[in-house]
């Protein structure tokens, strides 16, 4: 197969859609879309889900490309150059600036972990959810971007394959002449099974399991993927006698710690039944969830304040604020003879 399509899908200089930034804006769409139902089954706040696509793809893009730059192109941290190009008319960026060039999947999750911390500190952390709740929920949320940035890959015939002799080999006539492995379908159809399992885990398991145990295990799952893949791809191996990639290197230390968390380990164990404790931890935040969502329903001024992540007031400490802002009946007639 011969693979040489143009990347980009329609110009209208200064400005392009490629498929790529297609592709990925789709997947973002389908995590918005399925973000705060995963989140009302796990216990929490709908509305979190659709504030955290605009953190988590901040510190996705900002993790990815500066992780790229450090392992892969250390040049680039010193690019600094940043201005105008008078005579080509168009704006210059040096490697270290230009975030939407060179992104590594290992530094995107960094990123999203960061900026889920910050996110649950200021947002989650005052409701009183544990983070990892929040951990879980996004993490089967963010598993619709993946496919999709793969796929925007192959229409950019980049992170090509090694070459190969197999049938279904393709020449990516940009850059080669000889059939390679279509690396990136493989690991965009690996990452549509990471959907599936995701939503498994949602539909059977939401608020089942300890609060950690299915971001750690989808994290295992997704970098046992990106590993086994990385036997395929074009050879970024940090000594030419090696057989590992740089891919390789950053996979394994992930899978290793996240597999050892859910295997090993009581505390995000996927493996050990539940405690009676643990139960009642489950049960009482998905009661707490409810009474957040009646709160909600029945008070606009409370729906409001929990946007705002503030806690909510008690029944009694309502009244007494209600009682406290209504004037009086004396500031009532003296008001009106001001007026």
Request: aromatic share 12%; with cysteine.
């Amino acid at each position: 197969m011969r693979w040489n399509i143009e990347p980009t899908l329609f110009s209208w200089p200064p400005f392009e859609l490629r498929y790529y930034g297609l592709l990925f804006a789709l997947g973002l769409f389908l995590c918005a879309f399925h973000g705060p139902r995963y989140f009302r089954a796990f216990g929490l706040p709908p509305e979190h889900a659709s504030r955290l696509t605009l953190w988590v793809p901040v510190g996705m893009l900002i993790g990815a490309h500066y992780i790229h730059l450090i392992f892969y192109e250390p040049a680039g941290l010193s690019d600094l150059r940043l201005g105008w190009n008078a005579e080509e008319g168009h704006m210059v960026l040096g490697r270290f600036w230009n975030l939407g060039s060179g992104l590594a999947s290992h530094g995107g999750a960094l990123g999203c972990l960061v900026a889920l911390i910050a996110f649950w500190w200021r947002r989650g952390k005052p409701l009183g959810i544990g983070f990892h709740r929040y951990g879980d929920a996004l993490m089967l949320s963010s598993v619709w971007v993946y496919p999709f940035v793969r796929l925007g890959n192959f229409m950019n015939s980049e992170i090509v394959g090694r070459p190969t002799d197999v049938p279904w080999g393709v020449i990516f006539e940009r850059h080669y002449s000889t059939p390679r492995h279509p690396v990136q379908l493989y690991e965009a159809a690996l990452y549509f099974v990471e959907i599936a399992v995701a939503v498994w885990l949602v539909k059977h398991r939401a608020g089942k399991l300890r609060e950690g145990a299915i971001m750690y295990g989808m994290l295992a799952l997704h970098f046992s993927f990106r590993f086994v893949c990385e036997f395929f791809k074009e050879s970024q191996a940090i000594d030419q006698g090696w057989s590992l990639n740089m891919g390789h290197l950053l996979s394994a230390p992930i899978v290793i710690g996240c597999a050892y968390l859910v295997l090993a380990t009581q505390r995000f164990s996927l493996i050990a039944p539940l405690t009676e404790a643990e139960v009642a931890h489950n049960d009482e935040a998905m009661r707490r969830a409810a009474e957040r969502e009646a709160e909600k329903t029945s008070s606009p001024e409370a729906g409001a304040a929990e946007a705002m992540t503030e806690p909510v007031a008690g029944p009694a400490l309502q009244a007494a604020t209600t009682e406290e802002a209504r004037p009086s009946k004396k500031a009532k007639k003296r008001g009106g003879r001001r007026s």
